[in-house]
């Protein structure tokens, strides 16, 4: 029997929707509209896809966006100016540096600059700190959209065996750390781990971070287990055109798997409708507001 699959896209306007309300009695009740602002620095391509689609959703939810673009030969010191000035800026509650960032400047200098409650990427060591010891944290967008799905369609993950296949400090880790704080059973593979496709056959959560299209084959997948599939690769076809696919074989791996998302329109959705919740989040925090109570 084929999968179901988990549409992130009908999710993402959910979740969307929820945070448009909240940035209404945010504006009615507590006179306070959130902020978000992005800076891209450079040309790059997907970059300026992504940036483009934040800004049009957080003006889509009610929100202020501020888009702030530099040339790919600014220097550390300009970035860091930027950031600065947005830390002090009391309008913005959310401050997005989008990465990669050119080779002359330091990721980790510029992720060390955003003032770690307007970090709504949830990156800045703080967060991360507070997060692994079970602190309020800012968490990474792209594995909160994945536990969102994953507690929508599982319920309670208590128990269950999760495998996160990649460790990178975007998605791997941070993913790895929520399931733990599900109280899954966590395993976290990579490019050195052995007999890769045993220990993934083992996983009633199994989520692909790894970046190379279609690794993860039907047969790695244990029959009825949950597939996040968060790979975004472009992949040339024989007409000379590119298609996206995901780190998981889609075709085979729906075959055994009793759900699986769909790469495009799974976990992608899902992460900006997450960066939109975690500015609600910061400006909540920020203002002092309750959260939990905005829309009782
Ligand atoms: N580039 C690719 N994904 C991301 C992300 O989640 N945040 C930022 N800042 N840059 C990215």
Request: charged share 25%; hydrophobic share 40%.
């Amino acid at each position: 029997m084929s999968a179901h699959i988990i549409d992130g896209r009908e999710f993402s306007a959910k979740v969307k929707d929820t945070v448009a309300k909240q940035v209404a009695v945010l504006k009615d009740k507590y006179q306070v509209t959130p902020g978000l602002a992005v800076v891209l620095v450079g040309e790059d391509p997907a970059s300026q896809v992504y940036v483009r689609n934040k800004n049009h959703s957080t003006v889509e939810a009610g929100m202020k966006s501020e888009e702030i673009k530099l040339p790919d030969t600014a220097t550390e010191e300009e970035v860091l100016a930027v950031v600065n000035r947005l830390n002090e800026d009391d309008s913005i509650h959310g401050i997005l540096v989008q990465l990669p960032l050119p080779d002359q400047i330091d990721e980790t200098a510029v992720i060390d600059a955003i003032s770690p409650e307007k970090d709504v990427d949830g990156f800045h060591v703080i967060n991360t700190g507070r997060q692994a010891v079970g602190l309020p944290a800012m968490v990474p967008c792209t594995p909160r959209g994945c536990i969102m799905m994953l507690q929508d369609y599982l319920g309670d993950l208590s128990g269950l065996n999760a495998v996160v296949v990649g460790r990178s400090n975007i998605v791997g880790k941070p993913m790895a750390s929520l399931l733990l704080e599900q109280s899954c059973t966590v395993t976290i593979a990579h490019s050195r781990t052995k007999d890769l496709p045993d220990v993934c056959r083992r996983a009633d959560i199994l989520v692909a971070a790894v970046g190379r299209p279609e690794m993860i084959k039907g047969d790695w997948v244990k029959p009825g287990a949950t597939v996040i599939d968060v790979g975004i690769n472009r992949i040339p076809k024989e007409d000379g055109k590119t298609r996206l696919v995901g780190d998981v074989e889609f075709e085979t791996a729906k075959e055994v798997a009793g759900a699986i998302t769909p790469v495009p329109g799974g976990v992608g959705p899902m992460t900006i409708a997450c960066l939109l919740a975690n500015t609600i989040t910061a400006a909540c925090r920020i203002h002092d507001v309750d959260e939990d109570g905005l829309l009782l």
